[in-house]
């Protein structure tokens, strides 16, 4: 038997370990980014001594999903904490909800906007940050997620694509248009997409409760037929002039506007014990929402090597909603007939600057400041003809909130052999909110964290294509500001497993220590494998307290002590024919990633980070022949239960999503693509639990339908 080398036989174990799927190439005569570098080229993953992973253009569109959410569920390392189609939170390392940092164009997106609004075809390129950097943000303890949108192309580019997706939940018309030209000393570009989808399924839920003496003495199951219809746009127009003497200045805009309206009748059929107060329950929901930032940056380079930006931002979002609630009782008697509207402005101002001195050969020495203020204006009104409030609770809520933020760094980044480079960073971040409303008290919080970074890589003399990487580094986790205020958000059927939430304004932030390791080997032009692993330990946890008050079951949260994480992923890309010469023209990318947790507050087992997803897998195969590109992929999460205290718990239900695509080149400016999500029709679903000592174990089952969607997608470029 032939023996085949070391790289042949990592890359041919992890594409066996994983289902069969696909992945597909460039097609050609397409305005792209070509993913192949010259094998002698710059590539940011390999020759970049901060590790850095860049997702390009043509990877992020293939598959003409409508959400980023959903092009990032295929690239390895990489999880979404929600439903295909659906929306969800992005991950590094299996953790997210504030642990993963995700930026726009290196800024943190302002207010509550939803990254299953944002199209792919709005972006340039995605970079994953596993280790933090002294220039961007280091609230970032899994990493960061930096998605860049587009940019000037090089050349004249005129592109429209028209698409309909179909399926038994989503179904509707897109859109997006490209435009960019260039001129002697101007360019400008134009990027934007439309949606227009709606929304029809029935959602399940299943709460039970087992006594103490170990009888089911609850057992109710909800039906909840939804009917919805959103809206969507995306604009990113960019300008930019370049000067005499090397001056630059760029103008670059990013606009979303999304509507939502959505009716809801949810009705509780209870097989054993009590009804709850409201089993029929007819909701209306309407949601109008805004965003908008626009950036000035002036940027010079000198003779020397040495350069200068600095840029000038503006930031809005307005938000407002309408909530309409007409519940009835067991007997049929109303329960509750009310409205509740709520509207949110946000406005802010940004400055950031980098000055860059190169110290020699190989030798570059930056500083740099970033400085914010946000405010934050927000009402809810709340009626109700029937329902009976307790004394003293207010309706009516009006509060504002001022967020100041300061930063200052400086980075030294230099090649100390042809074979070892270094970067050491320091950071500060200074961060004070201000809030105050009619229903709370005055509230003033403030933090201010050093952060000391050094990476390090090293590629190993003799052995081309074999390189380790390690980092050091200090990250951290500031509490969002709906956790700091102390508001109650409360529900009609108030109990332990859907409790009231409060805010706690004595929150401190997550601070964590992080060490990071990796082995990569490159063999080929676009082939790689790579070994990483990481440990971060966290101060200053933030869990979740339930706790009843007499009155009603209250959610907030807490800092908790101390949570260590680990990971391993392995990791691999390569055209086929990098293994076998006469192989066809097939790429293959895969990867595996482990993860684990623990809480020391919460005794085991399972007493891992709320929601951490312990294990991925993916893999993705494109074929190309002539005129035809075929693709498929796969992405698994084993989710399974964790032990978030001593006694709550929370089970995410396993998932696979399988994908595949179909792009047919009619022409030089043609092309007509079939995309198929959710192929094994995957439905999601969670399970939150609670032990009382009285009144025993309640559990709540969510199920969520997951329809498989087919999306066909005309291209042209005029």
Known sequence: MTNLPTHYTVSLLIAASLPISATAQTEPGMSQVDIRG??????????????????????????????????????????????????????LRGLGAGYTQVLINGERAPGNFSFDTLSPEVVERIEVLRAATADLSTQAVAGTVNIVLRHVAKTRERELKLGMLGSDVFSGPN???????????????????????????????????????????????????????????????????????????????FVNVTRFRN?????????????????????????????????????RGFPSGASIEAKLGLTGERSENVSLRDGRDAAGNPETDGRIDGARRDRGINSTGKAMRKLGSGHAFA???????????????????????????????????????????????????????????????GIRTRASGNSFASTRSGSGVWSPVMQTLWKIPGRKGDQVRFALTRTYKEPDLWNLLPRRQAFENNSATEADFQGNPNLKPELAWGVDAAYEHYWAENAMVSLA??????????????????????????????????????????????????????????????????????????????????????????????????????????????????????????????????????????????????????????????????????KR??????????????????
């Open 38 to 91: 010259s094998a002698a080229g710059y590539d940011a993953r390999r020759d970049d001594t901060a590790t850095r992973i860049v997702i390009k253009r043509d990877e992020l569109t293939r598959y003409g999903d409508r959400s980023i959410l959903d092009a990032l569920r295929r690239v390895p390392g990489v999880t979404i904490d929600g439903s295909s189609g659906q929306g969800g939170t992005i991950q």
């Open 175 to 253: 859109a997006s248009l490209q435009l960019s030209d260039r001129r002697e000393g101007f360019a400008w570009s134009l990027a934007g997409d439309g949606v227009s989808e709606r929304l029809d399924r029935v959602n399940g839920m299943v709460l039970e409760n087992t006594g103490t003496d170990g009888a089911l003495d609850l057992l109710r199951t909800t039906a909840t037929d939804e009917r919805g219809r959103m809206r969507r746009l995306n604009l990113t127009p960019r300008l930019e002039w370049t000067l005499a003497g090397g001056d630059k200045i760029t103008s670059e805009t």
């Open 263 to 299: 009716r809801g009748h949810a009705l509780v059929t209870t097989l054993i014990g009590g009804p709850p107060p409201a089993p029929d329950l007819v909701s209306h929901y309407r949601a109008d929402d805004e965003t908008a930032r626009t950036d000035l940056r002036w940027s």
């Open 367 to 429: 500083t740099g400041w970033d400085g914010s203020v946000t405010w934050r204006d927000e009402t809810r009104i709340e009626q109700d003809r029937v329902r009976t409030f307790p004394s003293g609770l207010a309706l009516d809520e009006t509060f504002e909130a001022r967020v100041t933020r300061l930063v200052m760094y400086a980075q030294d980044e230099w090649d100390i052999t042809p074979h070892w480079s270094m970067y050491l960073g320091l950071r500060w971040e």
């Open 533 to 698: 692993t990481s440990l971060r330990r966290i101060d200053d946890y933030t869990s979740n307290r339930i706790y009843f008050d007499g009155y009603r079951w209250i959610f907030t949260p807490v800092n908790d002590g101390r949570a260590e994480t680990r990971t391993v992923e392995l990791e691999t890309k390569f055209p086929l024919k990098s293994l076998f010469a006469d192989a066809p023209e097939i790429d293959v990318r895969a990867g595996v990633a482990r993860h684990w947790s623990r809480v020391k507050s919460v005794p085991g087992p399972d007493n891992r980070l709320e929601r951490q997803t312990p294990l991925s897998a993916n893999l993705g195969i494109d074929y190309r022949r002539g005129a035809l590109t075929l693709g498929s992929s796969v992405a698994h999460k084993r989710n399974g239960m964790v032990r978030v205290t001593a006694n709550r718990g929370y089970y995410t239900a396993p998932r696979t999503d399988l994908d595949a695509y179909a792009a047919w080149r009619i022409d030089a400016k043609r092309l007509l693509r079939l995309s198929l999500a959710n192929l094994l029709r995957e439905n999601e679903g969670f399970e939150p639990s609670y032990a009382d000592p009285v009144t025993g174990l309640e």
């Open 701 to 718: 089952r969510f199920y969520f339908t997951g329809p498989l969607r087919a999306t066909l997608t005309y291209q042209l470029a005029f």
